[in-house]
């Protein structure tokens, strides 16, 4: 019996490895291409995804940025930069990754593969745009609106920063998720996937580059900070599952 369920076993890894081992390849090469192209390059190169940002932020909050070559969209009233790590292209990496990996074993035939894995890739675009909108927005206006609070205390700007970051950054990747599993009508596991490739890419790449070695202590609590809201999220989500659940089980 131990024989068997070893057999059949390798049986499943051998014919998952065969339907999908061409779309994880070219998937994880397409990633790995983008993140060398974004550690290597300038905010100039990168204006395909601040100018839309910065037009959007513009048109939604009524305030003027203007462009300034090799540092990004300013506003000197607010004192405001739209710079190269605002420009949302690390999760953009996490989204199409998010939307591959768990995916694409799931689709029964190698055309819809294919479909799958070039939809991905422009609805990824739109979603980081309309993600990085809000996450910036909150950005302007959270600091304005909490200045006495921060100063001299725990949440400083930058603390702050990081959260609004976080926080948004990975509750909607969460959403983006389960969207992709609505639209696709595919069952998966509802937390691992998206905690997963957030940690691994915000945090499991820096780490094991060793580029946090140049700020020990700032990449210390910038780790701390992430995975408290990371936290709170799926703590958050699960109360929400489990509040709908009841719900759904009291009008039944």
Excluded at 7 to 17: S, V
Excluded at 43 to 56: E, F, K
Excluded at 148 to 155: A, E
Excluded at 165 to 187: K, N
Aim: proline residues 5%.
């Amino acid at each position: 019996m131990p024989q068997t369920s070893l057999q059949t076993n390798r049986q499943k890894l051998h014919t998952f490895i065969k339907n999908n081992w061409f779309f994880y390849l070219t998937g994880f090469l397409l990633l790995l291409g983008m993140k060398y192209f974004y550690s290597r390059t300038n905010v100039n190169h990168l204006t395909w995804l601040l100018a839309p940002t910065a037009r959007w932020v513009q048109a939604l909050s009524g305030i003027p940025f203007h462009f300034v070559p090799y540092e990004g969209y300013v506003n000197h009233t607010y004192q405001f930069v739209i710079a190269r790590s605002c420009c949302g292209m690390q999760f953009m990496i996490i989204t199409i990754a998010t939307l591959l990996f768990p995916f694409i074993p799931q689709m029964d035939t190698t055309q819809k593969k294919i479909r799958w894995m070039i939809s991905i890739l422009p609805a990824s675009y739109v979603l980081t745009i309309l993600v990085n909108i809000i996450r910036i927005l909150l950005s302007i206006y959270l600091p304005v609106i909490m200045q006495k609070s921060l100063s001299g205390s725990f949440l400083t700007p930058a603390r702050l920063h990081t959260l609004i970051g976080t926080f948004v950054y990975f509750t909607s990747l969460f959403l983006i998720y389960h969207l992709a599993g609505l639209l696709s009508r595919r069952s998966f596991p509802k937390i691992l996937p998206p905690v997963f490739f957030y940690l691994a890419l915000v945090l499991g790449v820096p780490f094991l580059s060793r580029s946090w070695q140049n700020g020990e202590k700032q990449f210390a609590e910038y780790a701390l900070l992430v995975v408290c809201v990371c936290l709170i999220v799926i703590i958050l989500y699960r109360i929400w599952n489990l509040l709908s659940k009841t719900a759904s089980g009291f009008f039944r």
